[in-house]
């Protein structure tokens, strides 16, 4: 299937769901920014000083907070401790230079009906398959886009020169070329995610199921006396578990971005640990990409990239209508109906056309040669082929990117060497745009092949 058509079929057949998908995307790639904003006000508004280490963050945080379970930092920097105090489940922020209590955490502002509608419609689990299918049909319309704009503009070192054509075109053209690839990491990301939701994609560590047993007994060490826990930064930290007062047997549980493992509380020596696989990267950094939760400056990019989704989605419904409308006259009854057939007729109109513009030029010729007594076929340039009763044949050929014919004239050239030597009287006459280098060339390499 041709480049061209395959990107038309998904745009229109999924449009509307990607454009849900992207406003969705565009106010999720909202919430990464508030985060950090809040981190970086809060952190400088209050800094007493260094960071404090890893052990010395967690006996500070176990000294100050009653009932604390997990010590968790965010991707966007912020600490934050989960503590019951008594049935009650709390969460609170702190600063990591000095454990203090900055106030309660809260996830999100957004409502969650946002983050249902992104991820699976609101439809449940059908909803996250059909999520999953926008994401692969978003990744394919980002390559055809790509390889439509290789084509366009003549190749990679064209690529990102002055966009010729009118003002809609250069609109869709400059947002591509910036946007299509972020899109494709994008909706790549979001497939990987979406494996890793299925279950398809091992993401946990094994470790996760089988906590170690101390072969220890005695008082428990304090956190800054846990040499094991020495050997972390608070800034590679994904979650610090606290071992229960009320289970003697419970050990400290570390998981960083490096890997997982259990810290004995007695003599503070390593029991196990299991480093980061393959898969569990590539989930993470998967959602990194996806949600931009640990770069500002990357949820920023993806918002730009989701407002250029339902822009491209916008322009290219334009360009599509357009370029329909201009078919048309092909088709149109005053066409058809003094169309004659091509071994009856003494006139002959070729036509190779990219956008269908060309076609209204040939259905004005038709028309006129109709009037003046002749009878005309006019068809498309690729259906080549002069009967001995032609005596005028006319050739209307636009010319596409840096001198390509147009999609559906790829061929025509190949038809045209195939055929005997016409002893009918051709014309060609070239459309084009004079923005472009290439101007009128394949008009050009027609000529000379006739």
């Known amino acids: 299937m041709p480049w061209k058509l395959l990107h038309r079929s998904l745009a229109l057949g999924l449009g509307l769901l990607v454009v849900v998908l992207a406003l969705t995307g565009w106010v999720l ?30 006996q500070q945080v176990q000294q100050t907070i009653p009932g604390v379970e997990a010590l968790r930092r965010q991707p966007a920097g912020t600490l934050v401790v989960y503590a019951f105090d008594g049935e009650q489940a709390q969460a609170w922020r702190i600063h990591p230079a000095s454990a203090q209590v900055l106030g309660l955490y809260q996830p999100s502002l957004l409502p969650r009906w946002v983050k249902n509608l992104h991820r699976r419609l609101l439809l449940g689990d059908a909803g996250r398959w059909l999520a999953a299918s926008a994401a ?52 790549a990301a979001a497939l990987v995610l979406a494996a890793a939701t299925q279950g398809w994609l091992e993401t946990e560590p094994t470790l996760e199921a089988a906590e170690p047993l101390s072969t220890v007994q005695g008082t428990p060490l304090p956190p800054q006396a ?30 960083t971005q490096q890997g997982h493992g259990w810290i004995d509380r007695y003599s503070g020596k390593l029991l196990a640990w299991e480093a980061t696989g393959p898969s569990q990267w590539l989930y993470r950094w998967a959602r990194w990409l996806h949600t931009g939760e640990a ?14 989704t339902v822009l491209l989605s916008y322009t ?81 050929a636009a010319t596409y990117g840096q001198g390509q014919a147009p999609a559906h004239a790829a061929g025509a050239l190949d038809a045209i060497a195939r055929q005997p030597v016409t002893d009918a009287q051709v014309t060609v006459l070239g459309f084009g745009d004079r923005q472009y280098p290439a101007f009128c060339t394949f008009a050009q390499t027609l000529e000379h092949a006739l």
């Open 295 to 308: 770069s500002w400056l990357w949820a920023l990019v993806l918002a730009g990239a989701s407002m250029a």
């Open 136 to 187: 692969a049909a978003l990744l394919v319309l980002s390559l055809s886009g790509w390889a439509l704009l290789l084509r366009r503009m003549g190749g990679w070192r064209r690529l990102y020169g002055p966009v010729p054509g009118s003002a809609l075109q250069r609109l869709h053209v400059q947002w591509g070329r910036w946007g299509v690839p972020l899109l494709a990491i994008s909706s």
């Open 226 to 255: 846990l040499s094991a826990l020495h050997a972390y930064r608070v800034q590679d930290l994904e979650v610090l578990r606290f071992p229960s007062a009320d289970d003697a047997a419970q050990s400290w549980e570390i998981r």
């Open 316 to 396: 290219g419904l334009r360009l599509w209508w357009s370029a329909r409308q201009t078919r048309k006259l092909a088709a149109t009854p005053a066409l058809t109906a003094h169309n004659s057939p091509a071994a009856q007729a003494d006139t002959l109109i070729f036509v190779a056309s990219e956008g269908g513009s060309t076609w209204g030029f040939a259905q004005a010729l038709h028309a006129a040669l109709v009037a003046a007594g002749h009878r005309v076929h006019t068809t498309a340039l690729e259906h080549w082929r002069v009967p001995p009763t032609a005596r005028q044949v006319y050739v209307l």
């Open 29 to 58: 790639a909202l919430e990464p920014l508030r985060s950090h904003a809040t981190q970086f006000a809060q952190t400088t508004a209050n800094s007493p000083g260094p960071a404090l280490s890893l052990p010395a963050l967690a």
